[in-house]
T-cell receptor, first 115, second 113 residues
Framework: EPEVTQTPSHQVTQMGQEVILRCVPISNHLYFYWYRQILGQKVEFLVSFYNNEISEKSEIFDDQFSVERPDGSNFTLKIRSTKLEDSAMYFC?????????????FGPGTRLTVT | AQTVTQSQPEMSVQEAETVTLSCTYDTSESNYYLFWYKQPPSRQMILVIRQEAYKQQNATENRFSVNFQKAAKSFSLKISDSQLGDTAMYFCAKGSNTGKLIFGQGTTLQVKP
């Protein structure tokens, strides 16, 4: 069964450093998402991406964040200058809304630890 | 603003018994989707069940079923014949036409042997 994959599974970085989180969505999906979950809290929407552009973003997704689909398979989330409060689990998800199901399939997540 | 509320931070149930997790939401949309996701200790998000708002019939997936009350904006999850593997955090989520999912705070379910 197709699945969303994410790398790395765990990233440790120092405050102020740039990180890139990588995702490979399900191949025939058209809509891509990033969510984050601070430990012990709920999952929060960051951004959605369709047709090579951002379709919606949350208040959390400020100028420090960017997304890109550099080729036909990868979908990346970049944090330019990490802060301690960026420590969280980051989930990538994809969906094929054309099917009308609106189901989003989540990757296993990347745990980001900022020290 | 759209919100999803899960009022039960923690629940427990004996193995083989039935448990119901509550969820309410707020929206002005007429067409939307509702989901329950399971998050085990591995923290992977696993889709349990979904419900389209335009469908009156409650969704069922094996031991999992929902009680969808559109007018009351309520969407509860019933787990029958609970198993130890059902122990996890459960999130209720609302989707919209923009695709974004809005999650509740989660309910930690402990299934006791």
């Amino acid at each position: 069964e197709p699945e969303v994959t994410q790398t790395p599974s765990h990233q440790v970085t120092q405050m102020g450093q740039e990180v890139i989180l990588r995702c490979v969505p399900i191949s025939n999906h058209l809509y891509f998402y990033w969510y984050r979950q601070i430990l012990g809290q709920k999952v929060e929407f960051l951004v959605s991406f369709y047709n090579n552009e951002i379709s919606e973003k949350s208040e959390i997704f400020d100028d420090q964040f960017s997304v890109e689909r550099p080729d036909g398979s990868n979908f990346t989330l970049k944090i330019r200058s990490t802060k301690l409060e960026d420590s969280a689990m980051y989930f990538c998800a994809s969906s094929d809304i054309r099917r009308g199901s609106y189901e989003q399939y989540f990757g296993p997540g990347t745990r980001l630890t900022v020290t | 603003a759209q919100t999803v509320t899960q009022s039960q931070p923690e629940m427990s149930v004996q193995e083989a018994e039935t448990v119901t997790l509550s969820c309410t939401y707020d929206t002005s949309e007429s067409n939307y989707y509702l989901f329950w996701y399971k998050q085990p200790p591995s923290r992977q998000m696993i889709l349990v069940i979904r419900q389209e708002a335009y469908k009156q019939q409650n969704a069922t997936e094996n031991r999992f079923s929902v009680n969808f009350q559109k007018a009351a904006k309520s969407f509860s999850l019933k787990i029958s014949d609970s198993q130890l593997g059902d122990t996890a955090m459960y999130f209720c989520a609302k989707g919209s036409n923009t695709g974004k999912l809005i999650f509740g705070q989660g309910t930690t379910l402990q299934v006791k042997p």
